[in-house]
């Protein structure tokens, strides 16, 4: 069974903070996604990344995948108390697949 | 362009009921899915679809039935609904390598 581990579970930040949170595996993914959740609301996708060692920017948030196509990280930067939720991040299973697995999620708290 | 809308938003059943999760999308997606959450587990994928006639199971299949009679419509059935079944169900639609859409979920209490 592939597992996506994600770290830290909690984290409780001040605002202007900067934070990174893990997605990691022992698998290789053909792609990697990262979302964000809202109490009461399904995920929102953030960004697709497809290539190991990509680099992509979405504001304050910058996402990386690992050159071995195994991990992933987001990094904010200056976290503002709008960011807080549940971050998750899916990859998919294999090249030319729709399915995707989830991580167990990153619960943030950006304090005012 | 309502996105992908899930109905009902909430439910509670007892247990050994069956009932239907309603789920349609409106962007012309090729692939469905359905997902449960559960606290400490992230999203776990139960059943999916890559066209209209065309189902395979997920991670945890077990309880629950799809079918995909057309592109826009997929519904889960559960059979025989037990507690375990306890949780918050997600659908989703994406076109392939695309980001998943999601409805907003329906809250299933199983008693």
């Known amino acids: 069974t592939q597992l996506l581990e994600q770290s830290p579970q909690f984290l409780s930040i001040q605002e202007g903070e900067n934070l990174t949170v893990y997605c990691n595996s022992s698998?290789?993914?053909?792609?990697l996604q990262w979302y964000r959740q809202e109490p009461g609301e399904g995920p929102v996708l953030l960004v697709t990344?497809?290539?190991?060692?990509e680099v992509k920017k979405l504001k304050r948030l910058t996402f990386q995948f690992g050159d071995a196509r195994k991990d992933s990280s987001l990094h904010i930067t200056a976290a503002q108390p709008g960011d807080t939720g549940l971050y998750l991040c899916?990859?998919?299973?294999?090249?030319?697949?729709?399915?995707?697995?989830f991580g167990t999620g990153t619960r943030l708290k950006v304090l005012a | 362009n309502a996105g992908v809308t899930q109905t009902p938003k909430f439910q509670v059943l007892k247990t050994g009921q069956s009932m239907t999760l309603q789920c349609a999308q409106d962007?012309?997606?090729?692939?469905m899915s359905w997902y449960r959450q559960d606290p400490g587990m992230g999203l776990r994928l139960i059943h999916y679809s890559v066209g209209a006639g065309i189902t395979d199971q997920g991670e945890v299949p077990n309880g629950y039935n799809v079918s995909r009679s057309t592109t826009e419509d997929f519904p889960l059935r559960l059979l025989s609904a037990a507690p375990s079944q306890t949780s918050v169900y997600f659908c989703a639609s994406s076109q392939f390598r695309g980001g998943h859409h999601f409805g907003n979920g329906t809250r299933l209490t199983v008693t």
């Open positions: 962007m012309n997606h090729e692939y």
């Open positions: 990344v497809v290539t190991g060692g």
């Open positions: 899916a990859g998919a299973t294999a090249s030319g697949t729709y399915k995707y697995i």
């Open positions: 698998s290789v993914f053909s792609s």
